[in-house]
């Protein structure tokens, strides 16, 4: 057996459809109509009670108890293609964990979670640039030294 994409139920598909696309930025691999493919990996389904043939199904929108994470390189210029988008709903704004990772959590359409976190291959990269150690950069974001290594090429 293979894990193949979650997929994420919404409401108005192409609702969701455009979110995806503009404010993520993600490309879409295959439209089936009310089931959408995308290239990183997940998708979004609406009618979901209709292709379950359950007639009392019920969604559970807004549970906050999971998320879609994406990383980005360029953080910095995430937060200003964000800035662009007035309706969306910031969980949090820019949060920096101890780890030196900086995320940012909002809600789609459908109010599922969506996070984003600054590249771990990116902090590695600028740390290392800036003349810290592999095992200095080690401690500061707790992350193992192999794992950095491959990390950079190293």
Request: charged residues 30%; glycine residues 2%; hydrophobic residues 40%.
């Amino acid at each position: 057996m293979k894990f193949i994409l979650p997929i994420i139920v919404v409401k108005d598909i192409q609702k969701s459809k455009k979110f995806y696309e503009e404010v993520l930025r993600q490309n879409i691999t295959l439209d089936l109509g009310s089931n959408i493919t995308f290239s990183d990996k997940f998708a979004i389904q609406a009618d979901y009670a209709d292709l379950v043939d359950a007639d009392n199904f019920h969604i559970s929108f807004n549970s906050n108890d999971h998320e879609l994470y994406f990383e980005e390189n360029d953080f910095d210029e995430l937060l200003k293609h964000l800035e662009k988008f007035s309706d969306i709903h910031f969980i949090h704004k820019t949060k920096t964990y101890p780890w030196l990772q900086r995320v940012i959590r909002f809600y789609d359409p459908d109010f599922h979670i969506i996070e984003i976190g600054e590249s771990m291959d990116t902090i590695f990269k600028n740390l290392y640039n800036l003349g810290m150690t592999i095992d200095e950069i080690s401690e500061k974001t707790c992350h193992p030294i192999e794992y950095i290594k491959k990390s950079l090429d190293l």
